[in-house]
């Protein structure tokens, strides 16, 4: 048998679709005897095509894996446990932990909040969500959030924007219905005094903004929370847009394809712009600010590396229905 199963992960990595397709249908026919040998290849350290085929054959097993991967994590060898780990919460999330890994998890998410300084938040590109970091009841309030559990910023993001962070449930009346995960992050500082609100926090989920859309999230965060924004940096489509909601209505937008692009009266930090304009930027700045990041520096905050003086609290994750708690959505998250 191992031979067998050492010549099939030799056959993982064959340039040959067929070669190594054929491999991993035979690995899971091997079924719970093919765990341990693949475990060790679903760390990052692994060549690319094994480590892709050893996590696709025990994605595969599923279920009939589990006994085996819990074994592992009780029992060990002592060097498959890790992976095992990562695998449990690939197939099923944490609720395939038992209560033993999910407390030390807790405790491991906990020890590494003490130490989250500075933490970053994706600039380059992305949507989300901005409003008062005081307001944080409400603003669980106006988006009918659930299950807030912390979470480190590095551990939030990816959970928000890179893993799985939607799923379909059937609710009690036997309805099929869409949960989503997402990011509330530590409150960050603004570096303008002269602003009324001076700590934001931010929320990503990109399901959760593209399905209930941003703007509506927006007005609804306002209505309760007394200001709100909704940006989008979307350099794939040479696209942007900024949008400004208070007491439950938008005042001020900008979107790159908008018609007009802008709507509203111009905010004061815009006409500063207008007025400061040398004549190159004058047909640039003739009717607003028209960047997500320059509006978000000067009315909230800009996203990227935050200062560690600026950072107060840390970040949560939560869910939009109390029956899927964040235990439900699967994939392992980095921690830092």
Known sequence: MPTTIDSLLRDLTADDRSVWRAAEDRLVALGIPAVDSLLPYVSEGGPSRLKWGAESVLQRLGDEAL???????????????????KVLVNLGGAEYLDERDRSALERLVRIKLMDERPVRVPSEAGRWLAFPADRLDDALAALGLHDLRPATTAMGVAAATKATDSLEFQDSQGKTRTAYRVFITPAFETWLEELPIQNWRLLWGNSFIDQLDGFTLADKLSERCGEAHFYVVDPYNSAENWYVARDGHGVRSFGSYDHPRFQGEPLPFEVEYREDADEDEAEEYAEGVPYARTAADLISVEPG???ASGTHGHGWLATTHPAVPNSRFKGALPLS
Do not use: D, F, T, Y
Not at 73 to 84: C, D, E, F, K, V
């Open 67 to 85: 006994p085996r991967l819990r074994e592992i994590r009780r029992q060990g060898p002592g060097r498959l446990r890790g992976n095992a780990l």
């Open 305 to 307: 590396r935050m200062p």
